[in-house]
């Protein structure tokens, strides 16, 4: 594998395709960023801004900054800190209540909108405000974002919060829940040390809890697991989401301080086997949701809005599951050394990269939300946004892993 060619492709992507579109995007007044468009990219339909969106791109102007910093990306340091800084104070004055809960929606000057209905967009809240604090080595914003992070592992523990836009079914615990939080406590964890923070450190006990207890020995990670045996027969219990699988997969492969082999076999049983699931051979590309036996979920079916959810999109191609296959092939390659890996990369880099790209080069980024045919769909996916982070946080650390 050519990795400095590797290395210039992405390089390329983020400067020329990617980051001009979002850069158009920001909010010169208000800070942040405006994300309400339609799926080609074309229209702003709302400047309402989510919480969950605002901090995903806090992440990505903190971690651009750094590279352009160091030389590896060729974009402008100073704009880059401008637009963090402004984003930054967004998110601080307009968004964090008294009861250190983030609100999920405000107007574009910070009014709100709707109140703490999702604990992810708390998670996403702590993760730019941490990845801001460390890279413009910003103390106060650490104790900003960690003040937020101790309160969703308070309201999980206790069992009171909620996941807007998908409320996770009564009867059920979910893998979603934890792997955010691994990713959430790694980053978390990472800052407080630069800082000497003497905090309690949970990131190695989740992907242990993980993988214990949503891992079975066929490789398959349950979604949703059903707290009553008598539920292990509903489509709920019986789907698989691929894409969350090989996501979930590089947040533990980061909790690896040193190598162990065990751990990774089991993880590169787990990669596969979510591609093996959830690959469309006759379309190409990978399904949103699948049946645990692969194609289209089956199960006995119990009226719940998830499961709606499930049905009504499963067969979609949608661009994040394939951006993170992206990095999540390049590192077990990496860490393996096994060519399979390699050729899935490819596979997976042929299908994404003719099938997403906006053909027009003048809008840029990628139409991300396709039908099975990879046809281009206008459809809401979680929030009504056209998401800002993972493509670029995929490239991002595309370039760091080479």
């Given at each position: 594998m050519d990795t400095q060619k590797l290395v210039s492709f992405y390089q390329k992507e983020i400067e020329e395709n990617f980051w001009p579109f979002w850069e158009k995007a920001f909010d010169e007044e208000a800070g942040g960023v405006f994300t309400c468009f339609s799926n080609d990219g074309s229209t702003l339909v709302s400047k309402d801004?989510?919480?969950?969106?605002?901090?995903?791109?806090?992440?990505?102007?903190?971690?651009?900054?750094?590279?352009?910093e160091q030389g590896k990306i060729a974009l402008s340091k100073n704009r880059l800190k401008k637009m963090a800084d402004k984003t930054y104070l967004f998110l601080v004055n307009h968004t964090v209540m008294e009861n250190n809960h983030v609100l999920y929606t405000v107007t574009d000057d910070g009014?709100?909108?709707?109140?703490?209905?999702?604990?992810?967009?708390?998670?996403?809240?702590?993760?730019?405000?941490?990845?801001?604090?460390?890279?413009?080595?910003?103390?106060?914003?650490?104790?900003?974002?960690?003040?937020?992070?101790?309160?969703?592992?308070?309201?999980?523990?206790?069992?009171?919060?909620?996941?807007?836009?998908?409320?996770?079914?009564?009867?059920?615990?979910?893998?979603?829940?934890?792997?955010?939080?691994?990713?959430?406590?790694?980053?978390?964890?990472?800052?407080?040390?630069k800082f000497s923070k003497p905090i309690q450190k949970k990131a190695k006990s989740i992907s242990k809890k993980i993988m214990q207890e949503f891992i079975l020995e066929d490789g398959r990670i349950i979604e949703l697991k059903p707290e009553d045996a008598s539920n292990e027969d509903t489509l709920l219990a019986n789907h698989v989401n691929p894409g969350h699988a090989l996501e979930s997969i590089w947040f533990h492969v980061?909790?690896?301080?040193?190598?162990?082999?065990?751990?990774?076999?089991?993880l590169s049983k787990v990669t596969l086997q979510a591609i093996h699931l959830g690959w469309d051979e006759e379309h190409g590309g990978l399904l949103r949701f699948v049946d645990k036996n692969g194609a289209e979920p089956q199960g006995r079916r119990i009226d719940d809005p998830y499961e709606k959810l499930i049905?009504?999109?499963?067969?979609?191609?949608?661009?994040?599951?394939?951006?993170?296959?992206?990095?999540?092939?390049?590192?077990?390659?990496?860490?393996?050394?096994?060519?399979?890996?390699?050729?899935?990369?490819?596979?997976?880099?042929?299908?994404?990269?003719?099938?997403?790209p906006n053909p027009n080069k003048e809008i840029g980024e990628w139409i991300q939300i396709r039908d099975r045919q990879g046809r281009p769909l206008q459809k809401v996916v979680a929030l009504p946004v056209k998401d800002p982070f993972h493509i670029l946080r995929n490239f991002i650390l595309i370039l760091k892993l080479f």
């Amino acid at each position: 594998m050519d990795t400095q060619k590797l290395v210039s492709f992405y390089q390329k992507e983020i400067e020329e395709n990617f980051w001009p579109f979002w850069e158009k995007a920001f909010d010169e007044e208000a800070g942040g960023v405006f994300t309400c468009f339609s799926n080609d990219g074309s229209t702003l339909v709302s400047k309402d801004k989510y919480t969950w969106s605002q901090g995903r791109f806090l992440w990505l102007c903190a971690e651009l900054y750094r590279l352009a910093e160091q030389g590896k990306i060729a974009l402008s340091k100073n704009r880059l800190k401008k637009m963090a800084d402004k984003t930054y104070l967004f998110l601080v004055n307009h968004t964090v209540m008294e009861n250190n809960h983030v609100l999920y929606t405000v107007t574009d000057d910070g009014k709100p909108v709707q109140e703490d209905i999702s604990v992810f967009a708390d998670c996403f809240f702590v993760i730019g405000v941490n990845k801001y604090a460390d890279v413009f080595k910003n103390e106060g914003a650490f104790d900003q974002a960690y003040q937020v992070y101790e309160s969703i592992h308070q309201r999980i523990e206790e069992g009171h919060f909620r996941t807007e836009p998908y409320p996770i079914p009564v009867g059920y615990s979910s893998h979603s829940i934890q792997m955010i939080m691994l990713n959430v406590a790694q980053e978390v964890e990472e800052t407080a040390e630069k800082f000497s923070k003497p905090i309690q450190k949970k990131a190695k006990s989740i992907s242990k809890k993980i993988m214990q207890e949503f891992i079975l020995e066929d490789g398959r990670i349950i979604e949703l697991k059903p707290e009553d045996a008598s539920n292990e027969d509903t489509l709920l219990a019986n789907h698989v989401n691929p894409g969350h699988a090989l996501e979930s997969i590089w947040f533990h492969v980061h909790s690896l301080h040193e190598r162990d082999e065990k751990v990774l076999q089991l993880l590169s049983k787990v990669t596969l086997q979510a591609i093996h699931l959830g690959w469309d051979e006759e379309h190409g590309g990978l399904l949103r949701f699948v049946d645990k036996n692969g194609a289209e979920p089956q199960g006995r079916r119990i009226d719940d809005p998830y499961e709606k959810l499930i049905l009504d999109t499963w067969d979609t191609k949608l661009w994040w599951p394939h951006s993170e296959a992206l990095y999540t092939l390049l590192l077990l390659y990496k860490k393996t050394k096994e060519e399979r890996f390699l050729e899935w990369y490819k596979t997976f880099f042929e299908y994404s990269f003719t099938t997403f790209p906006n053909p027009n080069k003048e809008i840029g980024e990628w139409i991300q939300i396709r039908d099975r045919q990879g046809r281009p769909l206008q459809k809401v996916v979680a929030l009504p946004v056209k998401d800002p982070f993972h493509i670029l946080r995929n490239f991002i650390l595309i370039l760091k892993l080479f």
